[in-house]
């Protein structure tokens, strides 16, 4: 059997910063409140171009590029996102189409926060089972389209980004050790976006009510989640046989510095132990995980054989935590070019286009 192993890993944050003192101006609120609350002194903002399949599109190529893969290699994509660019067609179709991935399905997974802990799980089975050898797995997100600027509790928390991991199919022991995924509806009032669904489809009244915002109960899901993180971490290492000593750094989703502080006391340990850039990028949902990773391993915190441990929580309620022994690309003599592929991909994308209008046409006069 097969393991699933993360070979390749890139991020990307739009360029514009909103800062505490930005969000001061619209809404009432300080630097000091939004910090001793939530440990955020600024989060990155989507410009009007760029979209959540945009973001993932730059944060796969460098995953790509770092796993030494083409595009055309790929088996499967799984997009994670609270904010998908539509109800359909998947956000992950429409990144498998810019990054020339030809070979790939492609679906999105929907498990708020804690979807990337989901999708990297989903990934690593199916390469267990042996359906797939390259996966890609993304989490993006541009929340700042969904949060109410006059709702001052909601507003400071969100920032908009990417991240993507490959995973490959080795004979190597390692890679995703082990994964815990849970769930709580009876909690899915307590984080909630709902209007633009079925059950509250767009209308004036849904606008008037303020349906396609964010709305949260901070308490409860604070609450929530200083209950499971801990609980999660400690789940996920029991079931790979492993204890907090045997684990190099703990990688959380990062909402809240305060939610990361009372896990690490749960745990008992030193919040050296913790990645943590929340205070750089706010809440960034599902790509929380793989931003904060990307970082840890550009700056030599996780290297090839730590075993590290990803824990996150959601809307759904949700939670979920996997231990990962790190590898990093697989050796290889080829010198693959990933970006190459997106020219190659605009060009397939006009000439498909093309032809089905084409055939549109000429089925029309046929009739």
């Not at 760029?50 to 088996?75: G, H, M, Q, W, Y």
């Not at 709305?215 to 499971?228: C, L, P, S, Y």
């Amino acid at each position: 059997m097969p393991f699933a192993h993360i070979t390749g890993w890139g991020m990307y944050v739009p360029e514009p910063v909103l800062t505490n003192d930005d969000i001061a101006k619209l809404v009432d609120t300080n630097d000091e409140w939004i910090r001793d609350r939530t440990g955020i002194r600024e989060r990155h903002i989507a410009r009007e171009h760029e979209f959540p399949s945009t973001l993932a599109v730059e944060a796969s190529i460098k995953a790509l590029r770092v796993a030494n893969l083409a595009p055309t290699e790929l088996d499967l994509i799984i997009c994670a996102s609270s904010s998908p660019e539509y109800i359909f067609p998947a956000t992950a179709c429409l990144i498998q189409d810019q990054i020339g991935a030809t070979k790939a399905g492609a679906f999105d997974l929907s498990a708020a926060c804690t979807g990337f802990v989901y999708a990297i799980n989903m990934a690593a089975q199916a390469i267990r089972s042996g359906s797939i050898k390259n996966a890609l797995v993304i989490g993006t997100e541009t929340l700042s389209r969904f949060v109410d600027w006059k709702d001052r509790n909601t507003c400071i928390l969100f920032g908009d980004g990417a991240g993507a991991f490959v995973l490959q199919a080795s004979e190597k022991p390692g890679g995703v050790l082990s994964a815990v995924m849970r769930s709580d509806g009876s909690g899915a009032d307590s984080l909630t976006l709902l209007g633009g669904g079925s059950r509250h489809p767009a209308s004036e009244a849904t606008i008037h009510e303020g349906k396609h915002f964010v709305q949260m109960d901070g308490k409860e899901v604070f609450r929530f989640a200083t209950r499971v993180m801990g609980r999660a971490t400690l789940e996920a290492l029991e079931l790979a046989g492993m204890t907090t000593d045997d684990v190099k750094c703990i990688v959380p989703h990062q909402a809240n510095y305060r939610i990361i502080e009372t896990a690490a006391k749960y745990l008992k340990l030193s919040m050296d132990k913790f990645v943590v850039n929340v205070d750089r990028y706010g809440n960034t949902s599902t790509a929380s995980i793989p931003i904060a990773t990307v970082e840890a391993a550009q700056d030599g915190r996780v290297e090839p054989g730590d075993k590290i441990v990803f824990v996150a929580f959601g809307a759904g309620l949700t939670w979920g935590a996997m231990v990962v022994e790190w590898t990093g690309p697989i050796p290889t003599k080829k010198h693959v070019h990933p970006e190459q592929y997106r020219i190659i991909a605009r060009l397939r994308s006009f000439v498909r286009r093309a032809i089905r209008f084409i055939e549109g046409f000429l089925s029309r006069k046929e009739l």
